[in-house]
């Protein structure tokens, strides 16, 4: 496989552009229980943007820079292996120049301080992302207005931003569009939700579109993924 076939088969590239075009700000949110791969699919979207030439950062809360570092060494390199893709290193090397990881406390991270160093990034002309990935914020104790306040900066700077949120199954609290507890009552922030699931096809997740209001996808759409590379799965 060559570079342009891991671009095509990557499951964010049906969330990214459509009849509509590109879609070039959103907040997007991931939901799973633990265990399911939220992490493996936020890593999937930021190699989405590093794949199609463009940059991408990395937030993560409460999680150290190199465990994060090894997210994308080991997702690259069961992708590459499942998928015989053509020239891994060279790709890869270049995927890592274009990315930046940052690591932040959760009492740390605000917009304040992550507009400062994403603005300070691209003022020394070390990157300009046009993905930002966030893993590890508690929804939990979530606060309205720092999302919110995300959501304005993702429209000023045209990026992309996407969430990870755990759900749990004894949580029976859902939003009129779906989206399930603890991010019910914080839905519409939220452009595009995705919940994973086990699919019913052994080897398989399923990828559900819940909400999607930039035009691109349909509301309820199911895309099945491969639960190790999370690429579109035809088989399944």
Request: glycine content about 6%; aromatic content about 6%.
């Amino acid at each position: 496989m060559n570079k342009q076939e891991l671009i095509e088969r990557n499951p964010i590239r049906k969330l990214n552009s459509g009849a509509k075009g590109e879609v070039a700000s959103r907040m997007g949110l991931v939901m799973a229980r633990a265990g399911l791969g939220k992490t493996a699919f936020l890593v999937q979207i930021a190699l989405d943007s590093l794949l199609n030439g463009k940059q991408a950062v990395h937030v993560s809360v409460g999680q150290s820079l190199e465990k994060t570092r090894l997210w994308y060494d080991d997702m690259f390199k069961d992708i590459a292996e499942g998928c015989q893709l053509e020239s891994p290193l060279e790709i890869y090397a270049e995927l890592a120049r274009n990315r930046m990881i940052m690591t932040f406390k959760e009492a740390k991270l605000s917009r304040a301080r992550l507009e400062e160093r994403l603005n300070d990034l691209i003022a020394q002309n070390i990157i300009k992302p046009s993905c930002l990935v966030v893993d590890g914020y508690d929804f939990s104790q979530a606060d309205r207005a720092f999302l919110a306040d995300l959501r304005e900066m993702a429209q000023k700077m045209g990026l992309q931003i996407w969430f990870s949120a755990v759900c749990h199954r004894d949580q029976s609290q859902v939003s009129a569009t779906g989206v399930p507890a603890p991010c019910h009552e914080l839905d519409d922030l939220f452009d595009t939700v995705i919940l994973l699931q086990p699919a019913p096809q052994k080897g398989c997740l399923d990828l559900n579109i819940v909400k999607d209001t930039t035009g691109v996808q349909e509301e309820s759409k199911v895309l099945k993924v491969d639960p190790i590379t999370f690429m579109i799965k035809a088989s399944c």
